[in-house]
């Protein structure tokens, strides 16, 4: 969001908040972010998050900016991140600038394996006894997002299996 708001300002030529920041104009800005669900029942989340992400795909060009925070998460890991692989590859290979943050662990690995030229993976700086150093640094996705360590911190140890 912080990127997408820094980006709209600079193309809207206003000054943006931070001690630096360059980009590109693009011809649009577009985002998919998770939503509540449907209180009225008229569609499940995943169809939902499939109907917007295809108004996107009908409007986006080359020269585009999309912006994705954790879609396609409504379904299982191996659908969404079958999901995530055909859009992203499909608009990485069309040339669209892609951001996205993601816990789909094996759409992260699939990417990091191909080796792309454009991509770049990055990650919260973890210290090895578990310490958030709030650096964000480009390596290699894993397998954790660090949930259980806030959930144990919160609320309490959690039961083995």
């Given at each position: 969001?912080?990127?997408g ?11 943006v908040?931070a ?15 998770t939503?509540r669900?449907?209180?009225a029942l008229?569609?499940?989340k995943?169809?939902?998050?499939l ?11 080359p020269n585009?900016?999309?912006?994705l925070?954790?879609s396609?998460?409504?379904?299982t890991e191996?659908?969404?991140?079958r999901?995530?692989?055909?859009v992203v590859?499909?608009?990485y ?7 996205m943050?993601?816990h789909?662990y ?14 770049i993976?990055?990650s ?6 578990g310490t ?13 997002s660090?949930?259980l ?5 919160i609320i309490g ?5």
């Amino acid at each position: 969001r912080s990127i997408g708001l820094a980006q709209l300002m600079m193309q809207c030529g206003m000054f943006v908040p931070a001690s630096t920041y360059s980009g590109r104009i693009y011809d649009g800005i577009f985002s998919h972010f998770t939503r509540r669900e449907d209180t009225a029942l008229n569609s499940g989340k995943l169809d939902e998050e499939l109907a917007r992400m295809d108004r996107i795909l009908n409007q986006i060009t080359p020269n585009s900016l999309l912006l994705l925070n954790e879609s396609f998460a409504s379904t299982t890991e191996k659908e969404g991140t079958r999901i995530a692989l055909d859009v992203v590859n499909a608009l990485y290979e069309n040339g669209t600038k892609i951001l996205m943050v993601t816990h789909l662990y094996e759409f992260t690995k699939t990417m990091f394996a191909k080796k792309l030229e454009n991509a770049i993976f990055l990650s919260a700086e973890r210290l090895p006894d578990g310490t958030r150093t709030y650096k964000i640094l480009e390596k290699e996705p894993e397998h954790t997002s660090y949930g259980l360590d806030l959930y144990e911190q919160i609320i309490g140890p959690v039961m083995p299996e």
